[in-house]
């Protein structure tokens, strides 16, 4: 049995800019946060002629074709795999569709089982590539490249897409002190709401790709102001960063009406009542996490549990998709 893995995350800059239809314009930039929670895959050879495979669903089938996920297919094809005596497995930490990348990491670490299976030695660059090329290129997904490459790399993370398509990628060069702080003045709150991003993430790259003006210019400030988090970062300044969330949030909140909603927003006052410095919804919007900054964790923290929304605590996690 192979058992694989790859870190869910969170973005702390420039989110939205790694989408081909703003970065073939105007290249972009973000800073990227794998955590310690995980998708894992594992793999089975088993003895009678079929694929089995276990996810939110059940699938028997006995071709690769005929498999309704449609990741596991275009993987399973791009790898040119046809065993049939194979049973595939997923689970999560969190659920899908609540901001955290997990279509991404799933795919991330599903090649990564398919290559030791095959027993390939691939590149933490090629792994992500593909992992892009299925979902980007062949399923034709309107999301960008930040998930696959923070699945596959890891660590705290900065990308530059390039117009080409290239992505470089950078450790943030970050002090061990001003990390600790920032892993431990940030919380997490799950609001309850699971969405697709599909909708929320078309309606920016449609816009990019007819050349919005607004789109551009929200997308331009945005990717500053994942410069401005970086050298935040670096310097060691974080209540700057939590300002600066806040500004974020404001501009992304502005990209599409599906981006939040009155609740969102009741709740998201009420945690900057109690204690939160800056905060912002992960992810491309309409639920899942907010992350907030705070000096004052246990005000912010029980002032939270009134909202009846979950806290998940998390630490950094300094590698990528692996096997275990």
């Given at each position: 049995m192979i058992?694989?893995?790859?870190?869910?995350?969170?973005?702390?800059?420039?989110?939205?800019t790694?989408?081909?239809?703003?970065?073939?314009?105007?290249?972009?930039?973000?800073?990227?946060a794998?955590?310690?929670?995980?998708?894992?895959?594992?793999l089975?050879k088993?003895?009678?002629?079929e694929i089995?495979?276990?996810?939110?669903?059940?699938?028997?089938?006995n071709?690769v074709?005929?498999?309704?996920?449609p990741i596991?297919?275009?993987?399973?094809?791009?790898?040119?795999?046809?065993?049939?005596?194979?049973?595939?497995?997923?689970?999560?930490?969190?659920?899908?569709?609540?901001?955290?990348?997990?279509?991404?990491?799933?795919?991330?670490?599903?090649?990564?089982?398919?290559?030791?299976?095959?027993?390939?030695?691939?590149?933490?660059?090629?792994l992500?590539?593909?992992?892009?090329?299925?979902?980007?290129?062949?399923?034709?997904?309107?999301?960008?490249?930040?998930?696959?490459?923070?699945?596959?790399?890891?660590?705290i993370?900065?990308?530059?897409?390039?117009?080409?398509?290239?992505?470089w990628?950078?450790?943030?060069?970050?002090?061990?002190?001003?990390?600790?702080?920032?892993?431990?003045?940030?919380?997490?709150?799950f609001?309850?709401?699971?969405?697709?991003?599909?909708?929320?993430?078309?309606?920016?790259?449609?816009?990019?790709?007819?050349?919005?003006?607004?789109?551009?210019?929200?997308?331009?400030?945005?990717?500053?102001?994942?410069?401005?988090?970086?050298a935040?970062?670096?310097?060691?300044?974080?209540?700057?960063?939590?300002?600066?969330?806040?500004?974020?949030?404001?501009?992304?909140?502005?990209?599409?009406?599906?981006?939040?909603?009155?609740?969102?927003?009741?709740?998201?006052?009420?945690?900057?009542?109690?204690?939160?410095?800056?905060?912002?919804?992960?992810?491309?919007?309409?639920?899942?996490?907010?992350?907030?900054?705070?000096?004052?964790?246990?005000?912010?923290?029980d002032?939270?549990?009134?909202?009846?929304?979950?806290?998940?605590?998390?630490?950094?996690?300094?590698?990528?998709?692996?096997?275990?």
């Amino acid at each position: 049995m192979i058992i694989a893995r790859s870190p869910l995350r969170i973005t702390l800059g420039g989110g939205g800019t790694d989408l081909p239809s703003y970065y073939e314009q105007r290249e972009g930039f973000l800073i990227s946060a794998a955590i310690d929670k995980y998708v894992y895959i594992t793999l089975h050879k088993t003895f009678e002629k079929e694929i089995l495979l276990k996810y939110s669903k059940f699938e028997k089938v006995n071709t690769v074709d005929e498999i309704q996920h449609p990741i596991i297919r275009e993987a399973l094809k791009m790898l040119e795999i046809n065993e049939t005596n194979l049973e595939i497995c997923s689970m999560a930490d969190i659920p899908a569709g609540t901001g955290l990348g997990s279509s991404s990491t799933f795919t991330t670490a599903l090649l990564r089982a398919l290559h030791s299976m095959q027993g390939n030695i691939v590149s933490t660059r090629t792994l992500a590539e593909e992992a892009c090329e299925i979902e980007m290129n062949r399923l034709k997904q309107p999301i960008g490249k930040q998930d696959q490459y923070i699945a596959a790399y890891g660590g705290i993370t900065c990308m530059n897409f390039h117009k080409d398509g290239y992505v470089w990628v950078d450790p943030l060069n970050i002090s061990k002190e001003t990390l600790y702080n920032l892993e431990d003045n940030l919380i997490l709150f799950f609001t309850g709401f699971s969405r697709s991003a599909g909708s929320i993430l078309k309606e920016q790259d449609d816009k990019s790709k007819n050349k919005d003006s607004d789109m551009i210019k929200n997308l331009d400030f945005v990717k500053d102001l994942g410069y401005q988090s970086k050298a935040a970062f670096e310097r060691g300044d974080l209540d700057t960063f939590a300002d600066i969330m806040n500004v974020h949030w404001e501009h992304k909140k502005k990209r599409s009406g599906g981006m939040s909603n009155p609740q969102i927003d009741e709740w998201y006052e009420y945690a900057m009542k109690n204690g939160a410095m800056g905060g912002k919804m992960i992810g491309a919007g309409g639920g899942g996490f907010l992350l907030f900054y705070t000096k004052e964790k246990v005000r912010l923290r029980d002032a939270m549990k009134n909202t009846g929304m979950t806290e998940v605590r998390f630490r950094f996690e300094p590698e990528g998709a692996k096997v275990l």
